[in-house]
Every structure is written in structure tokens, then in C-alpha cells.
């Protein structure tokens, strides 16, 4: 330690003597040049935690803030700040103000020391303290702010040629604008001009530029919100004073002295709070800079507004946007109603309903098993004691891939997944990443119907892959995110296929631009979850409507009826960009399918006459749980470990737990495939 602070005084009084200092001026540098070395041990007072423990801040696309933590030391709006993010003029009048020879020193103007001396000494006390920038970050850091001693001062001098030193001036202009006080739990320019201005520092007026420039010199007696006469004075001086150091001409100062002085400390808003706690604890980095477009976030913001105006019963709206054209996630809505739920949704894995059909629709395209003409059969059907029905109870017989999956239609869903098997289907979407969770890892029919788990995210990476002619690109959230490379989901011509079909889907009554979207919709089983998933030219938007703890609402919310209104709402605000998709010359974009896939045979392989069987309960029953709340599956039949399905969570035991009254479905399925399922009705006995 000590031979690095001869270095750096070293250099310090080769500087004084080759600029012609004052002979005193000289002498005293010399003092305390020698002083500093036995003062060598004030250098391990510098606690630099003040920096490490730091606010953390989520940053929208143009660098506004979106989130953010307090600091973990005193619970203070501390953010970091640097020189570029300020306003130049502001820059300008600081140094003038305070450091005037900043550029020229090592740490320390000891000419202002000796003037400052030279006055405390002739007024018998200490008035002036010729600090520079570094003595002020290093009382920060030293932590004897109040302390304003010689004693003190001899450390700060020390101690501030030495940051300088070793760090370089511009860190330490960087720590001053993090670490300076105006007011409160208010520390830096930034989280101050946030406060006091509600903008950030880059576009500070002149006297707003006074104000920070001041306030630091006695936050708590300059606050214009406690002591506007003060801060006006100061203001008007640190105004004055620029202008006379050439900071600014007349007209600058004088159309300055009249604005107006902001009345009180502003809240800094959190459009993204739950994604910001999300990324704080899952990063570990405490800057942030996101992808995240503040205008589309807004959109999303006014969308929950006008969801909870029409809806008070613990649903929840959360929603993911993608860009298509850039692959960056641009708005993310974690959750509408902190009250309900403070946890970033779109990251949660949920059962998806029906809207993973399409994907099963376009691997079989791509397999050659299928045809959007292709005829498929929506008609009561029995597998084993099994009889699956559509969401309006109705069966349309006879029917088209491309209408079965425009229709969301379920018979035909599991007549497709048979074509193809459950665990290849699985096993497709997984094979760039964990994207669908399957609880037991043995994947059966009901992964069609939502029994396997998604995050709203991935599932807007999905369908966008539709909309990007099969490709699935990784969807940057954050500078600096480790990302998946693209990979090829599926043929284009598939993707396209899906895509053109999903431009059919019903549409709701009071749509804009309803005929250029492709979408689906979803929903879970007992309603606990409304999906809608969609795509117009650029953007991909998942939108869902979610009850967060699996409590069933009043209101039964549903994909289409809730969730579509919503997604096409959101739509008709973004601008969008053309996605210029080249034209595709193939046989499952013509309106004939090949006389092989003509129509499916009515007896598919997913066909189970004498296999497994649910003896108990029936299609219909009331059920009464026993004294410990189960309620167990009886069956016969099937080979080898059987698997039991309920609320997209699949079992060995052949019992569950509700934890409502209502309808239930759950499924069972054997290791040869055979299955049976049933939907019965649950009443709790109070």
C-alpha cells in the first residue's frame, strides 16, 4: 500500500512543479504527500459495498425504467449511474460548480484547499471544505459524511487521490452521480431526476440541471418540497455562477429563473415489477437492459386496466409479445393484479388446453400422414369405457383436417396424435429444450387436450415458429442472454399449412383486421385457464386469463369467449411490419388431398375396445371423497405400470385429492397405450 501511494504522490508533485505551483501550494502537497503515507491505513476504510449493494434496474428499450429494487443496505433509490446517460449541460454545470479543475487534478484542487483554509482559519471555524468530487465520494464511502473535521478532511485527501488513482477520474465521476444525495432515500441523478422531474437525467432543463446541481451540498435543507425558498436561492445561484463561467449565455439564465420548482418526491413506475423480480433473482445482474418496447407495454397495461373494470374474482391477465422480425420479446405482462399474484405468470408452466393441436396437425402434415383435406371423423366414439366430447358437447361427424383444427375440434385432435404417437409428439417439441413438462415422463393421449404443462412464453415461441415458416428461433429478452440456436421445428410448407388453416378460426364478434390473424385458442381443464395465441405480421401475442392457485372462478372463463377478444384487441394497437413470407409450391397448400390421404380409417390405432377399463366412477357419476378427502380410480385391465391423469398431473397412485366441488376428467393409461377416461362431478361434503 504504502509504495502505491508514493507513486501516486510522486506523480502529484511532479505535476506541481512542472505547472509552476505557488510555492506553498507546492510545500503543501509535499506535507501532505508525507502525511498521506502514514495515514496509509484510511485507505482500508473505503467500504465500496455502498456500490456493491446498489439498486437493481430493469431498463425498457429506449433506457427507461421498468423495475427495480431498493438497495439492500438503507432501502434507497440508489440506481447506477454513468456520464453518457446525463444531460451534458448538467455535466457542464456540476463541474463548474463543484470541481472546476476536475480534468486538471489527481483527486485533490489544492489551490481550493488553501483558500478554504486560508477562510476557516480567518473565521475561526470550518465554512468551506474545497472538496472535489472524489473527497465527496470517498465520504460516502468512508462513511463520516456529518464528520467535517481536519482530521477528516486529511483522510478524504488522501483517500480521494488515491480512488483516482487507481481508478481513473471518470469512475469516479461515475460513482458521484450514483452515490450523491438529494433528498430522502433518494441517491444519485438518476433516481433524482426521476423524482423530482419524472423523466430520466439525459434531458434535465437548466434549473432543473441547479437544482441536482445543489442539492447535494445540503439535501435535506435545499428539498424544494420542504424548502422552496432555499431551493430557489440556490438554483438562482448555481445558475448565476454557470453563467458567468461560460457555461450558458444570458438567455439561457434568464428564461431559466422563472420555472417552476417541482413540489414533491415522485414514485418511479414498475411496468414491469414481476418480470424485474424475476430477472433480478435468476441474473444475478443488477442493470438490466431489456427488449422490452415501453409503448407496447403500455398497450398491455390499458388492457389489464380494461380486463379488471369488467372482472373482479381473483383471474389474472398475463401476456407475452414477440417480434417476429427482430426475435426479441418486446412486452411482457406478468400479472394484472399484484394483489392476487406478485409472480411473473408468462414463465409458469400451465396447462395449455387445446392449443397444442396445431403442432400436432403440422408434424403429421410433415410426416405425410395427413392432408388439410384430408377427412377425419368428429363422432361419438368409445375408447375402452372412454367417450371424449368436443367443449359445446356437440359432434360435427364427417369433417376436414383443416376444419377439425380451425374448430379446435377433439375427436379428430386424438384421431391426428394417433397418426403420429404421444411420444413422438412430446419428444418433437423437446427437442430444443424442456418445453413441455410431462409429470411422469411417459407421455399418453391427453397431452393433446392440455395434460401436459407450458409456459405462456414458450408457447408464443411455437406459434411463432408458424408464422416464421417452421423455423424456432430462442427470443431475446435481456443484452447479453445466452440463447438456443435456431433450428428447423418443422417443413415450411407445414408450418404454412398450420398457419393458413388457424387464419379460419372463429373470430371474435368485434375483431380488427379478424381475417389476417392466425390464431387458437385453449382452455384448461375446470377453467382455471384461458389462452388465446396468435399472429398478425410481425408480432406473436399470448394472452391468458389465469386463476393462479387452480381456484375455479364463478365466471368460467374460456379461450374463445374471453382470452381472443383480448389477444385481438392487443393486436389491432401494435404497429406492425410485413413479414414478406416468399410463396410455397406444395401439395398441402392445394386444395386436393392426395388420394392415399383421402380419409383416415375410423378404426385408429389409438382405437381401445378390450384393453383398460375405469370401473369406477362412470361418465356422470357424483362422487363423495372418503373421510381423507380421495378419491380413488378403480379399473381393470391393461399391462404394466399404469399411470394415473388429473389436471395435467400424472401418478402411479390410483387416487387424487380434489380441492374443489365440480367436474372432474381424469385418464388412465397402460405401458402398451391402451386408455380409458371419464368425467364425473365431485361434491365436498362441508
Known amino acids: 500500500m504504502s509504495t502505491a501511494l508514493y507513486g501516486i504522490f510522486g506523480k502529484l508533485i511532479r505535476k506541481a512543479s512542472a505547472h509552476r505551483m505557488m ?3 507546492a510545500v503543501l502537497a509535499v506535507l501532505f504527500a508525507g502525511s498521506a503515507v502514514f495515514c496509509a491505513s484510511c485507505i482500508d476504510e473505503l467500504d465500496y459495498s455502498v456500490l456493491e449493494k446498489r439498486s437493481r434496474v430493469l431498463y425498457a428499450s429506449d433506457g427507461s425504467v421498468i423495475g427495480y429494487s431498493l438497495s439492500e443496505d438503507t432501502d434507497s433509490y440508489r440506481f447506477y449511474t454513468t456520464a453518457d ?7 457542464k454545470m456540476l463541474i463548474a460548480n463543484e470541481d472546476r479543475n476536475f480534468y486538471g487534478h489527481h483527486g485533490v484542487d489544492f489551490p481550493a484547499l488553501l483558500r478554504a483554509l486560508k477562510g476557516n482559519l480567518s473565521n475561526g471555524r470550518v465554512t468551506s471544505g474545497g472538496s472535489t468530487l472524489a473527497m465527496q465520494v470517498v465520504k460516502r464511502l468512508a462513511g463520516h459524511e456529518e464528520k467535517r473535521t481536519y482530521l477528516n478532511k486529511l483522510r478524504e485527501i488522501v483517500q480521494a487521490v488515491y480512488i483516482t488513482g487507481k481508478f481513473g477520474r471518470e469512475k469516479v465521476l461515475e460513482w458521484y452521480l450514483t452515490l450523491a444525495p438529494y433528498g430522502g432515500n433518494t441517491e444519485g441523478v438518476k433516481a433524482a431526476s426521476l423524482r423530482w422531474f419524472g423523466h430520466l437525467p439525459n434531458r434535465m432543463t ?18 424544494p418540497d420542504r424548502h422552496p425558498q432555499a431551493a430557489a436561492y440556490y438554483i438562482n445561484e448555481v445558475l448565476r455562477s454557470s453563467r ?19 413540489k414533491e418526491l415522485r414514485g418511479i413506475g414498475q411496468s414491469a415489477r414481476t418480470l424485474a423480480v424475476r430477472l433480478f433473482s435468476t441474473t444475478g445482474l443488477r442493470e438490466i437492459y431489456t427488449h422490452i418496447d415501453p409503448k407496447i407495454q403500455q398497450v398491455l397495461h390499458d388492457e389489464a386496466a380494461g380486463f379488471h373494470e369488467k372482472h373482479n374474482d381473483g383471474a389474472v391477465l398475463s401476456v407475452v409479445v414477440l417480434d417476429a422480425s427482430t426475435h426479441e420479446i418486446t412486452g411482457i405482462l406478468g400479472s394484472s393484479d399484484l394483489s392476487v399474484s406478485e409472480v411473473c405468470l408468462p414463465y409458469s408452466p400451465r396447462s395449455p388446453g387445446s392449443a397444442l393441436k396445431p403442432f400436432a396437425y403440422g408434424l403429421a402434415f410433415e410426416e405425410g400422414k395427413l ?9 361419438s366414439k368409445l375408447f375402452g369405457s372412454w367417450r371424449p366430447e368436443n367443449f359445446d358437447r356437440r359432434f360435427n361427424g364427417r369433417v376436414t383436417a383443416s ?19 404421444s411420444g413422438y409428439f412430446v419428444n418433437s417439441v423437446n427437442r430444443f429444450g424442456n418445453i413441455l413438462h410431462v409429470g411422469s415422463k411417459v407421455p399418453d393421449y391427453s397431452v393433446i387436450l392440455g395434460s401436459a404443462d407450458i409456459t405462456l412464453v414458450n408457447l408464443a415461441k411455437l406459434y411463432a415458429m408458424l408464422n416464421e415458416d417452421g423455423m424456432l428461433n430462442d427470443y431475446s429478452l435481456y443484452i447479453g442472454e445466452k440463447l438456443h440456436e435456431p433450428a428447423r421445428f418443422m417443413s415450411a410448407d407445414s408450418a404454412r399449412a398450420v398457419f393458413d388453416i388457424l387464419k379460419s378460426t372463429g373470430r371474435p364478434a368485434t375483431a380488427p383486421n379478424a381475417a389476417d390473424v392466425s390464431y387458437k385458442t385453449g382452455t384448461s381443464s375446470r377453467f382455471t385457464d384461458a389462452l388465446s395465441v396468435g399472429s398478425l405480421e410481425n408480432h406473436t401475442v399470448a394472452v391468458a386469463i389465469r386463476f393462479p392457485d387452480n381456484v375455479t372462478g364463478l365466471y368460467q372463463y374460456s379461450g374463445f369467449r374471453d382470452a381472443a377478444p383480448v389477444l385481438f384487441s392487443i393486436l389491432g394497437k401494435l404497429p406492425s411490419r410485413p413479414m414478406n413470407r416468399p410463396d410455397i409450391d406444395s401439395a ?7 388420394d392415399a390421404l383421402t380419409e383416415i380409417a375410423d378404426d385408429s390405432r389409438i382405437t381401445d375396445r378390450n384393453g383398460l377399463h375405469i370401473d369406477f366412477p362412470q361418465n356422470g357419476d357424483t362422487v363423495l371423497p372418503d373421510a381423507f378427502g380421495r378419491i380413488f380410480i378403480n379399473h381393470s385391465g391393461g399391462e404394466g405400470r399404469i399411470l394415473l391423469s388429473h389436471d395435467g398431473v400424472q401418478t402411479e397412485e390410483m387416487f ?8 372432474y376428467t381424469v385418464s388412465i393409461m397402460d405401458e402398451s397405450g391402451h386408455s380409458d377416461s371419464v368425467t364425473f362431478r365431485v361434491v365436498l361434503d362441508n
Open 588 to 594: 398441402l397448400l392445394s386444395g386436393t388431398s392426395p
Open 85 to 91: 446517460e446525463v444531460s451534458p449541460l448538467y455535466l
Open 656 to 663: 387424487f385429492t380434489p380441492e374443489a366441488e365440480g367436474f
Open 371 to 379: 392432408h388439410p383435406q384430408t377427412v377425419l371423423h368428429d363422432k
Open 403 to 421: 376444419r377439425a383444427l380451425a374448430s379446435s375440434l377433439n375427436l379428430p385432435a386424438i384421431e391426428v396424435l394417433g397418426l403420429i404417437g
Open 23 to 25: 510555492t506553498a501550494g
Open 206 to 223: 437548466p434549473s432543473e440541471a441547479a437544482l441536482l446541481t445543489a442539492l447535494p451540498r445540503a439535501p435535506e435543507h435545499i428539498r
Open 244 to 262: 458567468e463561467k461560460g457555461v450558458f449565455g444570458d438567455d439561457v439564465w434568464k428564461s431559466s429563473a422563472t420555472d417552476e420548482l417541482p
